[in-house]
């Protein structure tokens, strides 16, 4: 029956658990996504609060994390500042596992600000600055674990951290500038973006950029005091032109930080949430050692919110436990019925419908509340799974937008290398186009080459035409000069006439006048003609002037028209020379061309025959390596399976925990042979991996064959003949695997589902072979002995401290009689407790000497492993011994409390005693046997077993004083009443006796189901049964007689026993 209300009890605590979990994961839920979203407002500080208390809950950021990393904080910049608000606070405010929990996630963090970093926005910018300063700040308290992450530490520890190391005080100042530089830039950008007006900081969204700088203020007030406190050391150490740049770095904080306090002082939303210290005028002198007095270290203060906010959509937390006052008004309620039935009266005669009815309807209320509940529960669940579906939804979305992006990107390049293309082939197509104007202009030219020489061969003509008038006009010129000089010859002659024909006039003067005047009529003719003669040659002057000067128009045209000729001769030469060479060098492009296409068409071929022939090659050779592997993994097996009727195995043996080790690596070589030949198949140039998998494989299924052999010479009959049969099943199969893969005609349909299978049932028969209680892997053996010795002690410190809580407690709430007994089995219990304490140290000096003794070169765990069924014993004494400690104390608490049995008491004292006496004999199975610390153990045993003893003398004394006996009155009962009474009392001594024969058979089969699970044999079962009750007559001795049970007693249960030793 305790059994059964301890399990009840434990199944309503784990429902009580699980609901206040879940009722916790939806209040994280609700505040999380309350504070963190994507509208401009600020953070509740309720919102952060509960979340900030839900990390004090669970010592840990493990809640906040699972639903942060479903928030989109790629597509919202306001939701990243809103997050790196939230979470600065729970760094500073946290607990303190918080700073571990974000390290893991500090990589997103600085994804988060490389993303928004690439993006022009001013959100985004402030989220860049905030990723920085978290990341900043992770880093240095990390780094410096005895900073925590709120500054708060007094000089003293500042001090120690810093040490007295110059290079440590140096490097630690240097990153406290760091930090400093971060919290700055962050505050600047935020107030360079908004006006500090009245206006700009009560509105909602500069509110929303303002909130953070409130952590900022208290972070850069605590960094100024530790920037000079190092300083002032580091001058103490190092000369003052050496910290000449670091005097200059802190003046530029100095002025910024007191700038940045100035200017949020001014600010209307500050004054109500922040009291912000005030800067001195100048920064410290720290030339001076003196100066360091005058500083005072500037403190920050939030103001208490007296009111706190409340929402319409919060849900009120449970106050006050509802279950006493339930209890209470169920005690209360059937009085007041009473009264109310006194004064009325039930109607028709103590029955009312109208009550039934009542009932049953408050039964469906309740009913319909509790579905309500359900549906309300189950609603938000929903509500969470289809927000985590949301945030997930809204992550893809934003990596599908990531990807878009780097596709329009890529799509951008294609297009550009497009474009280049484009413009290379109208390059192309310029130059055709030139080069077939060039062509036609050549046949222009050619024309006009072609007109201009008709043109000049006319011209040519009529040059001669004109050479021919002009030697016309010559030759009259010549006549008439010929005239001339005959005039003149005339003139003479006329003239020696004429001084004739005076000195003949002289003499015949009368008779020559008329003869004169007949000569000089001849004379004026002459002259006339001579005139006459003389226009002609003038006129034919002029005429030869003018055929002169159209001869030099004519010559200088010819000239100029020569000069076009030759130069249209020239261009039209250069653009044949152009032509002819672009013609060569494309001819001379096209037979290079066509010779490299030759030659390259002839290497591929060459290059191509050699690669099938490489091809070949390789594939004979991959084959080859595979029969080679194949041959040698068959001769393993072979060998392997010869050993299952060799004689000389018979002496080998193995344990069912190595054979099960060896049958899952051969599940696991099996799947890469798979694996291997499928991919050898896929590409035949390249059998490693199958190569490499049938090695393993090959060693892997001879070591489970062997192994299977050794086991089944210490299994039972029946499972030796299987495990037999099933080896030589497994040798056969993979042999018939091998031979597949050995052929060509066989390799594709090769398939070891055969070899799987039977290995999977020498698995499942070691399995079954193996020692129940063996589900601890050897490997952690070593940790779990160290921590159930440590948790046995703490189990025994806490009971110390619940006997001394209920002694107090018993010492004012009962007095007289009572008190006596409970103190006098309070204080045997905590005397009992004493001597456990002290069992524990003797056995855990005791194990040490083992361990250190037995261990060689080994280490304590490999030491633990190779000793797995002692370890295992070891552990069982020890949780056994906490476990009736833990129920010693529920035990007394109870009889205490007079909730429950003395019997109880007694039985655990017992239980504590075999548990003990199971803890000396494991300690004592590998113990030196004239070691010290196993007298000291033993010492111990004996003193806890007489402890035990006194437990269980107090309780039946205690139980003794407190029980009334009633005398019993006979006087008014006749001969017949008391012959009835008498046959009463011995139905009621049968029954007894019955039950009492029933519950000692039930225990009994307890015991053997008990120790069917702990794995113990029967045989073992019952020496421990007999070395325990030997163990046990010094523990039951009582200092009164006790009346001897009519039937003996079964020995008592106890805690699995220990395996045999080795």
């Known amino acids: 029956m305790n059994t059964i209300h301890t399990r009840v009890k434990s199944k309503r605590t784990e429902a009580h658990l699980g609901a206040e979990r879940d009722n916790f994961d939806k209040q994280q839920l609700s505040s999380i996504s309350k504070a963190i979203n994507s509208t401009e407002t600020p953070v509740k500080e309720k919102h952060a609060r509960r979340i900030i208390l839900g990390t004090h809950r669970e010592k840990g950021a493990y809640t906040f994390w699972s639903y942060a990393q479903g928030f989109p904080l790629a597509s919202s910049s306001i939701l990243g500042w809103k997050f790196c608000h939230v979470l600065h606070k729970i760094l500073r405010d946290g607990h303190h596992n918080v700073l571990q929990d974000c390290m893991r996630h500090h990589s997103s963090l600085v994804e988060v600000g490389k993303l928004w970093g690439q993006i022009h926005d001013k959100y985004g910018q402030l989220v860049v600055l905030y990723t920085k300063l978290l990341c900043k700040k992770l880093e240095f308290h990390s780094k410096h674990a005895e900073i ?23 490097q630690l100042t240097v990153e406290v ?26 509105l909602t969204s500069g509110q929303c950029r303002l909130a953070p700088l409130i952590q900022v203020i208290q972070d850069s007030s605590q960094l100024y005091h530790f920037t000079v406190k190092l300083l002032f050391k580091l001058h103490a150490c190092l000369p003052a032109d050496t910290l000449q740049g670091h005097r200059d770095r802190f003046r530029e904080q100095f002025n910024s930080l007191k700038n940045f306090f100035n200017r949020t002082r001014e600010m209307v939303f500050f004054k109500r949430l922040i009291q912000i210290p005030r800067l001195p005028d100048s920064p410290p002198n720290f030339l001076h050692a003196a100066s360091l007095a005058k500083h005072v270290k500037p403190v920050v203060v939030i103001p208490d919110d007296d009111e706190p906010e409340q929402d319409e959509d919060d849900e009120p937390e ?80 934003d990596e599908q937008r990531v990807q878009k992006q780097r596709a329009l990107v890529e799509n951008e390049q294609l297009r550009m290398e497009l474009d280049t293309t484009h413009l290379r082939i109208a390059e192309h197509e310029s130059l055709q186009i030139t080069f077939i104007e060039a062509e036609k202009k050549a046949q222009a030219t050619e024309q006009r080459y072609n007109k201009l020489k008709e043109k000049h061969t006319e011209l040519v003509a009529s040059h001669a035409e004109l050479l021919r008038r002009s030697a016309d006009t010559v030759k009259m010129l010549s006549v008439t000069q010929q005239t001339q000089e005959e005039v003149e010859r005339t003139k003479h002659q006329l003239s020696f006439e004429v001084e004739r024909i005076k000195q003949e006039s002289e003499m015949k003067l009368e008779e020559q006048r008329f003869e004169v005047e007949r000569v000089r009529r001849e004379l004026q003719e002459k002259m006339a003609e001579v005139m006459h003669i003389k226009a002609n040659l003038q006129s034919s002057e002029k005429t030869s002037e003018q055929m002169s000067s159209s001869m030099t128009a004519l010559q200088a045209e010819k000239e100029r028209l020569m000069r ?237 401290r619940r006997i001394d809580e209920m002694m107090n407690q018993a010492r004012k709430d009962t007095s007289g009689v009572k008190l006596e007994v409970n103190e006098r089995i309070l204080f045997s219990c905590t005397d009992l407790m004493k001597a456990i304490r002290m069992l524990i140290i003797a056995s855990t000096d005791l194990q040490k000497e083992i361990v250190e003794g037995g261990r060689g070169a080994a280490s304590i765990k490999e030491f633990y492993a190779r000793n797995s069924r002692w370890t295992e014993g070891l552990i069982s004494a020890a949780k056994a011994v906490g476990w009736g400690a833990s129920e010693l104390v529920d035990s007394a608490d109870k009889v205490v409390l007079h909730m429950g049995k003395y019997e109880e008491l007694i039985v655990c004292s017992h239980e504590i005693a075999a548990s003990t006496a199971q803890l000396v004999a494991a300690s004592k199975v590998k113990a030196d046997r004239n070691s010290t610390k196993l007298t000291v153990l033993q010492q111990a045993s004996r003193l806890v077993n007489e402890m035990a003893a006194n437990v269980v003398a107090s309780t039946k004394t205690g139980q003794e004083n407190l029980d009334d006996k009633e005398t019993m009155d006979f006087s008014g009962m006749s001969l017949i009443k008391l012959k009835k009474e008498e046959m009463e009392s011995q139905v009621k001594v049968l029954e007894l006796e019955t039950q009492l024969e029933n519950e000692r058979l039930r225990l009994g089969e307890l015991r053997k189901k008990h120790y069917d699970l702990a794995g113990v044999p029967s045989v073992q079962v019952s020496e421990g049964n007999e070395e325990t009750s030997s163990l046990f007559r010094s523990a039951t001795m009582s200092p009164k007689p006790i009346k001897p049970a009519p039937m003996r007693k079964p020995p008592l249960a106890q805690k699995p026993g220990i395996p045999p030793k080795r």
């Open 148 to 170: 925590p992450p709120n500054l708060e530490v007094t000089d003293e520890v500042l001090e120690r951290t810093a040490g007295s190391d110059v290079s440590n005080v140096f």
């Open 177 to 202: 500038f760091d930090y400093m530089d971060t919290e700055l830039r962050l505050a600047e950008t935020v107030l360079r973006q908004l006006n500090s007006s009245i206006a700009v900081s009560s």
């Open 564 to 800: 076009s000729v030759s130069e249209k001769e020239a261009e039209l030469s250069s653009l044949r020379q152009a032509s002819q060479l672009q013609q060569s060098s494309l001819q001379q492009e096209r037979e290079r061309s066509s010779r490299e296409l030759g030659e390259l068409q002839g290497k591929l071929k060459e290059k191509t025959s050699q690669e099938e022939q490489m091809k070949k090659k390789l594939l004979e050779e991959q084959f080859a390596l595979l029969q080679g592997a194949i041959a040698e993994a068959e001769n393993i097996i072979q060998d392997a399976a010869a050993k299952l009727d060799d004689p000389l195995h018979i002496r080998c043996t193995s344990s069912p925990d190595y054979l099960i080790n060896r049958a899952e690596a051969t599940l696991s070589s099996i799947d890469k042979v798979k694996k291997g030949h499928a991919d050898y198949l896929h590409n035949m140039f390249d059998a490693g991996g199958l190569l490499r998998a049938l090695t393993q494989f090959s060693h892997l299924a001879a070591d489970t064959i062997v192994n299977g052999s050794a086991t089944a010479h210490m299994a039972p009959t029946d499972h030796a003949d299987r495990l037999t049969e099933n080896c030589r099943s497994c040798a056969t199969q993979s042999l018939d695997y091998l031979k597949d893969l050995k052929s060509k005609d066989t390799l594709q349909k090769a398939d070891p589902a055969s070899v799987r299978i039977i290995v999977q049932k020498i698995l499942h028969l070691g399995q079954e072979l193996r020692p129940k209680g063996m589900d601890i892997r050897q490997e952690e053996l070593g940790d779990l002995v160290d921590k159930e010795m440590a948790a046995t002690s703490a189990a025994i410190e806490e009971a110390v």
């Open 318 to 397: 449970p106050l006050v436990e509802v279950s006493h006052t339930s209890a209470s008004n169920v005690q209360t309620q059937p009085q007041q019925m009473d009264i109310f039935d006194q004064t009325f009266g039930p109607p028709n005669g103590g029955f009312d419908e109208r009550d039934l009815q009542i009932e049953c309807l408050k039964t469906e209320l309740e009913m319909l509340r509790a579905d309500l509940e359900r549906m309300k529960s189950e609603a938000q669940r929903y509500v969470t799974q289809l927000k985590s579906q949301i945030n997930s939804l809204e992550a893809e979305l």
